[in-house]
């Protein structure tokens, strides 16, 4: 396995691209707030098809959080991440400070695109703005001419790849499929916040999804959804999710209400089990 080093700052960062660029080599980045999990190899795996040289990024992004969200809580397992990262095929792990990536103000100062409209921005208004700017100033310090992010997140990829474009930054977007627990469970770095009778609770958010999912496909008609919608809700609350943000079916493309022009469908969720709250999403 390659030697992994590990970048704090930008000029130590972009020494290495340096030589990475002079010998022509294609680079990967692969954005995270550290945590990692199986989820977070498998894209690091699958990075490695498309690129010469690979960096992960580990940073949990302040101006993503919001007052009185679990930025302070948000697991940080650095010794673990690095741990995990060796046995890949990482060769920069880039673990900047908050001032490396925002100077002296820590804000966001990007807008997302009209995809992060609705969904998490109805419960987290802040979100995408923090996101693309994070991600665009990674972006600038990585120089990658590929990025690799997971399906999990479904509207921020859909976010992501507006931004890309609408900026003309010429980086390809690639995405990765959402790993899952033996029992359906999305992997999560928030998981780890569950307590047992959480853990129980939480597999039911998937399995309910699969069983929208299935009654659609046996009678697929867009005027049945509204109905197939209530009624999954209704068996979320009964499963003893405390708060169901959103549970609806959308285009995979535009993310807007599907009409007799959609050509994909995706189901995506948001939930609480008390504080702590989970996503997930699936193809229709």
Same mark, same amino acid.
């Given at each position: ?74 697991p940080r397992t650095t010794d673990d991440d ?65 990025? /690799? ?20 930054m010429g980086i390809e977007i690639l995405q ?80 807007? %209400? ?6 994909? %469908?995706? %189901? %995506? ?9 989970? /996503? ?5």
């Amino acid at each position: 396995m390659m030697p992994m080093e590990v970048c704090t700052t930008s000029e130590a960062l972009s020494l290495k691209l340096e030589g990475w660029r002079q010998a022509g080599m294609k680079i990967g980045l692969v954005p995270t707030m550290g945590a990692l999990h199986k989820g977070h190899l498998s894209l690091i795996e699958s990075m490695s098809v498309h690129a010469d040289k690979i960096i992960v990024s580990l940073f949990v992004n302040p101006t993503q959080f919001a007052e009185g969200e679990d930025f302070n809580s948000y697991p940080r397992t650095t010794d673990d991440d690095l741990q995990k990262l060796r046995s890949t095929k990482t060769e920069i792990v880039f673990m900047p400070a908050a001032s490396e990536i925002y100077g002296d103000a820590v804000t966001a100062s990007l807008q997302a695109g009209n995809l992060a409209d609705g969904l998490e921005s109805t419960t987290r208004p802040h979100f995408f703005s923090g996101v693309v700017t994070v991600v665009h100033k990674l972006f600038e310090l990585c120089q990658p001419d590929a990025a /690799i992010f997971g399906e999990k997140d479904y509207q921020q990829l859909l976010v992501i790849k507006q931004m890309v474009t609408e900026h003309d930054m010429g980086i390809e977007i690639l995405q990765g499929a959402t790993l899952r627990e033996t029992d359906g469970l999305a992997m999560s770095s928030r998981n780890a916040y569950l307590d047992d009778n959480q853990r129980k609770t939480a597999v039911n958010l998937n399995k309910i999804m699969r069983e929208l999912c299935d009654d659609y496909n046996t009678a697929p008609a867009l005027n049945l959804l509204p109905s197939l919608e209530a009624e999954a809700t209704i068996k979320l609350q009964e499963a003893g999710f405390t708060e169901i943000d959103y549970l609806t079916v959308r285009d995979a493309d535009t993310l807007k %209400l599907p009409n007799t022009e959609t050509k994909k %469908l995706r %189901l %995506l969720a948001a939930v609480k089990l008390g504080e702590i709250r989970l /996503i997930d999403n699936c193809a229709v």
